[in-house]
């Protein structure tokens, strides 16, 4: 059974304190000479607060307010459980609930120091990890402070929290919150023109519905690219209770790692999916076509969302989510794009955007009530605010600037890779990968690549094979290179003078280089080339 956060009121839903309220009241009414009241009466204007209680008991009679609260109050406190009782089954019910894992809190309009006596009286308050007053620094109830700040510390999201109490204060409490709202039947109050989530006739059947609650929870599939958007996906999801479990895909062009942090902070688990066999093949001609650089983002993200729909099927995951947002992307996130992808994705209707539910069709898991529209969000369009807002809300610190996680839609790596596609194709995993390296040249069809910083030396040097000729600097500081173990002298030469030109040797002419290949060591003198001379050369 999954643990929840289970909030009460006090009065008309732990305990029945309707005569001594009204006792206090008319206490307070014959100091000033006034009639006593009936129960009933009373009874109605409890629920928002001893102050609101006292003006309603006094109807206009012009008494000092800060006076008359401060009698009423010291009048309840000597009668404050001579007629009380606590509801049937509520002392069992609470143990049961505390035994079987939920976390149990009162929050009420009621002092804090009546609101501890009372719970001590009847020997349940060893059952409450909290108890909010309301005279405890929070605003009064419905204002959802108290509750917020409650779920915060036991750090429970909406979806596992509820509202339970017998007052309309108590439902919109828990409505503004974004929780869950129970209205019991039995107590003082009404839910006003409210409609909780839940209604029941007796503390019991409260007891019997959460303790029965242990349905398989919702699952959902979140992809995850980790940037902010799927994050604030993930959030959304667990705020109401729904376990979510991350699909990251890797391929040459999105390494995943960057998603891997990003589910370690969200702390969920991850499956990682090579998507490479899926996407080379988009990359030759993609059904919806080339975004700006060489990004077939439609048929692109058609196939993962597919993918993760064999998943969720699999595995049994009720649907599958992702961060997308309305219009974020004109291409690829416009209303038409984005019911493409989830009709030719064949998950149609199972595929949540909770960034922007709200601002699209209803989906089945919203229809089905697995998923609350309600808490979900209409965010649209380009602007970032609305994410960084949420990301501070929901303690989110570490994530990517969005600039794009996919190498293919850089320019001048897409320029790489269509060269790259152009002359050798894309079969060679090698020769891809190497593409995020260095400086690139082509000399009489083979490529030359030269490594721009230390990492890309380390690279080129651990990755190189016996098809290689590794080109170096003999005696001075310089970059690593490699060549196809198969260039001519020719070859060889114009690609040492451009490799010369990036030594640190800028007043020389010549540069002793190394060249180690399958054929063994050889040296070379090479004339530095000048910006001029390499430029016909590059990539």
């Known amino acids: 059974m999954s643990r929840r956060l289970l909030v009460f009121d006090l009065d008309g839903t732990l305990i029945d304190s309707r005569r001594d309220l009204c006792a206090g009241i008319n206490l307070m009414r014959q100091h000033y000479g006034l009639a006593p009241l009936p129960v009933d009466q009373v009874s109605g204007y409890v629920g928002d ?129 974004g929780a869950h709202s129970l209205f019991v039947t039995y107590g003082i109050g009404s839910p006003g023109a409210l409609t909780p989530d839940l209604t029941l006739d007796s503390f ?70 090579d998507f490479t066999p899926t996407l080379m093949p988009l990359l030759d001609q993609p059904t919806h076509g080339f975004g700006s650089g060489l990004n077939p983002c439609i048929d692109c993200h058609t196939a993962m969302i597919r993918l993760a729909g064999e998943l969720m099927r699999k595995l049994g995951f009720h649907f599958v989510a992702t961060g997308e947002v309305l219009n974020q992307r004109p291409m690829s996130q416009n209303p038409r794009s984005l019911d493409t992808v989830e009709r030719e994705s064949g998950l149609a209707g199972y595929l949540v955007r909770p960034l922007s539910a709200r601002a699209l069709a209803e989906t089945l898991p919203e229809k089905k009530g697995w998923v609350r529209r309600d808490l979900l969000l209409d965010l649209h369009g380009r602007s970032r605010k609305p994410q960084m807002d949420l990301a501070r809300q929901y303690g989110l610190t570490h994530y990517p600037q969005p600039a794009g996680g996919c190498l293919l839609t850089d320019p001048a790596y897409s320029q790489r890779l269509k060269e790259l596609k152009a002359h050798e194709g894309l079969g060679n995993a090698s020769a891809i990968a190497r593409l995020r390296m260095g400086r690139h040249f082509r000399i009489q069809g083979l490529r030359l690549i030269i490594g721009r910083q230390q990492s890309d030396n380390e690279a080129l040097e651990r990755g190189a094979t016996d098809h290689d000729c590794v080109l170096a600097p003999a005696t001075v500081k310089g970059p690593v290179s490699l060549i196809d173990a198969h260039a001519s002298d020719e070859v060889l030469r114009i690609a040492l003078s451009i490799c010369a030109r990036y030594c640190s040797t800028p ?24 910006d001029a001379e390499l430029e016909p050369y590059r990539i």
């Open 49 to 177: 607060g001893i102050r609101k209680l006292v003006t309603r008991a006094l109807a206009g009679f012009p008494a000092d307010l800060d006076e008359a609260v401060r009698l009423n109050h010291q009048f309840y406190r000597e009668h404050l459980h001579d007629a009380t009782t606590m509801y049937s089954d509520v002392s069992e019910g609470l143990q049961a609930l505390a035994e079987a894992g939920h976390e149990l809190a009162v929050i009420t309009n009621k002092p804090e120091d009546a609101t501890r006596e009372l719970l001590r009286h009847f020997k349940i308050d060893g059952r409450f990890s909290h108890v909010i007053g309301g005279d405890s620094g929070f605003p009064l109830k419905p204002d959802p402070a108290a509750l917020l700040d409650l779920m915060a510390r036991t750090h429970c999201d909406p979806g596992q929290t509820w509202m339970i109490g017998d007052h309309q204060t108590d439902i919109e409490s828990g409505q503004r919150a």
């Open 204 to 273: 019991a059947t409260v007891t019997r519905h959460f303790l029965s609650r242990h349905p398989r929870a919702i699952q959902a599939l979140v992809l995850i690219s980790g940037g902010l958007d799927s994050q604030l996906a993930v959030k959304v999801l667990q705020s109401q209770g729904i376990e979510v479990k991350g699909v990251v895909f890797k391929s040459p062009f999105f390494n995943g790692q960057t998603a891997l942090e990003a589910a370690r902070q969200l702390n969920i688990d991850v499956l990682m999916e």
């Open 507 to 530: 007043d020389a002419v010549v540069v002793d280089m190394e060249i180690r290949g399958p054929h063994g060591l050889r040296t070379w003198q090479a004339p530095r080339f000048t």
